[in-house]
């Protein structure tokens, strides 16, 4: 489960209980959503033409006010829908979360072309950024609103710990988009030319590239300085024994755990993927290139240097609250409120 899905299911416990939620998952294979029993949860499991089908009989067949979708499929999915069905089918709003369409470029452009054509069914986009507003998914659509997702963390529940050395976080998905490898890549290398600490990175999630993850560590010789934990649920003793989330990513809307990562006190070093720079604070950096050696550079500043004191921590957590899902949430469900009300 990605970011994107963590955060659905925290929107909804934030939504207003007078109104009833659904989630219809068309890829419960993937995502392994676990929403609250107050939420509707209904799992398509075929694939193909089948599953399709029986997205549009559900839709079909049940009365909503508003259609949340959050993929370019799903948009194009329910705006033939919507076309199809007429005033049958409720309003769609769609939540971008990335700045492009696809990395394939064959399905970049027929999704572009098809997203093109379903727009005047769309009633509105929810961007989780400006530099997703600004990006593909965003184009031809006039009524665009940018609602941060925030992070599912009280700041004032976790309570920072001081490492006696710096210590680096990587905290998502385990997929090329992220850099991974990369990112192991680069501590592979200074661990040849300086002596790290112990656990100096701990690498937290699941995914495709974990068993390349495994053994890159293992042939490597870094489970000393590299501790991979894998998936967990509860990341907040992580966050909290850290000092810098680290990001290595090519393409980025704006990540969950930047927010979560700022609830938490940390500071953030981070490619130019081009989500983040709108709430980096002068703690963080954000590098001017995806270049292995300026991303090293950046490193070796943060270990030559101690760590960030608990007050400073504190800061940054005083200065994040905003970030919180709570706070995001509301502007949010205000904004669908008010499009259900039109």
Not at 30 to 47: G, M, S, T, W, Y
Not at 65 to 80: Q, W
Request: charged residues 25%; aromatic residues 10%.
């Amino acid at each position: 489960m990605g970011g994107a899905e963590k955060a659905l299911i925290s929107r909804m416990r934030h939504s207003n209980d007078h109104f009833e939620r659904t989630i219809l998952n068309l890829r419960p294979e993937i995502d392994f959503l676990e929403p609250d029993q107050a939420i509707n949860h209904f799992k398509i499991k075929d694939r193909g033409p089948s599953r399709i089908q029986q997205a549009f009989d559900f839709i079909k067949n049940n009365s909503f006010d508003l259609i949340i979708v959050r993929t370019p499929l799903d948009a194009i999915r329910f705006g033939l829908f919507k076309f199809v069905l007429r005033n049958k089918m409720p309003r769609i709003v769609f939540e971008a979360h990335s700045t492009f369409v696809s990395k394939k470029p064959g399905i970049n452009w027929i999704f572009g072309f098809l997203l093109k054509r379903v727009s005047k069914q769309i009633l509105s986009v929810i961007a989780v950024s400006n530099s997703v507003k600004s990006g593909k998914l965003c184009v031809g659509y006039n009524n665009v609103e940018v609602i941060y997702l925030g992070g599912d963390l009280a700041s004032n529940s976790i309570i920072p710990q001081t490492p006696e050395n710096p210590r680096l976080i990587y905290v998502g998905r385990l997929v090329d988009l992220k850099r991974p490898i990369w990112l192991l890549e680069v501590i592979n290398s200074l661990n040849s030319k300086m002596m790290l600490c112990d656990s100096v990175l701990t690498i937290v999630g699941t995914g495709p590239l974990e068993k390349e993850i495994r053994d890159y560590i293992e042939h490597n010789n870094l489970s000393r300085v590299v501790n991979f934990v894998g998936l967990q649920t509860e990341l907040s003793n992580f966050y909290s024994s850290a000092s810098h989330l680290v990001s290595a990513s090519t393409h980025e809307g704006l990540p969950l755990t930047f927010f979560e990562a700022k609830l938490s006190g940390l500071c953030i070093l981070s490619t130019p993927s081009g989500g983040g720079a709108e709430i980096f604070s002068e703690e963080d950096t954000e590098l001017e290139t995806f270049e292995a050696d300026e991303f090293e550079a950046a490193v070796i500043r943060i270990l030559q240097n101690p760590a960030p004191d608990v007050e400073m921590r504190m800061r940054i957590q005083e200065k994040s609250n905003w970030m919180s899902t709570a706070q995001c949430s509301k502007k949010y469900h205000e904004y669908l409120y008010s499009l259900i009300l039109k």
